[in-house]
């Protein structure tokens, strides 16, 4: 059990520097956004993959914890966009293996980051669609912004074409119907305090 602690532990630190890589897309839309790290993906591809998982009605315990792992390997390989993996070998279930394997209770985390990869479940494809989700919305956030390469992105939909289910196509044109700040304008602002 100490053993498993200290393993753990190890494994924590590790995936708390997701913090620190920033996403390769910076490079090719002429950006320098630093909230923009692979952590903050993760964490909004988690919350987009419950939402899909209970309207797909697929396992969201299935679909979160893919969502939540997909990109762990990035701690040892980086973050690689379109462009560099033209060029670029990764090694990311080597990477996942090595980061789990001395984790005796992991066991279930490598079942689920396999199956990911491999994208043949249900599950998978919807954990892969709230990865794809993810960068539509930023692209929208930045192309509101007046970022010109991301508009362009955007224009292009090849991460709409991707998209498997029928969920995230429905959110995918919803996401380009609405403006980022809709969320809050339309009732969620007062010129006063609450009485």
């Known amino acids: 059990m100490n053993k498993d602690i200290k393993e753990i532990t190890h494994f ?28 903050s993906h993760s964490y909004r591809v988690t919350n987009i993959g419950w939402f899909l998982a209970k309207l797909e009605k697929v396992d969201p315990h299935k679909v979160v914890m893919m969502c939540l792992l997909h990109d762990t390997p990035e701690t040892r390989t980086g973050d690689q966009n379109w462009i560099h993996k033209k060029y670029l070998k990764s090694y990311e279930e080597e990477a996942t293996d090595d980061q789990l394997k001395n984790i005796a209770i992991a066991d279930e985390l490598q079942i689920i980051t396999g199956e990911y990869s491999k994208r043949l479940s249900k599950e998978s494809k919807v ?13 929208k956030e930045y192309a509101w912004q007046g970022n010109r390469e991301a508009e362009l992105w955007l224009v292009d939909n090849n991460q709409i074409k991707l998209l ?5 196509k429905k959110i995918a044109q919803e996401i380009l119907s609405q403006k980022p700040s809709d969320w809050w304008s339309s009732e969620g602002w007062s010129t006063g305090r609450r009485k």
């Open 12 to 39: 924590l630190y590790e995936i708390g520097t997701l913090r620190k890589i920033a996403r390769s897309h910076n490079q090719a839309l002429l950006t320098s956004d630093i909230s923009d790290n692979i952590a």
């Open 127 to 139: 954990a892969k669609d709230a990865d794809l989700l993810d960068q539509i919305f930023l692209l």
């Open 164 to 168: 498997s289910s029928d969920s995230a």
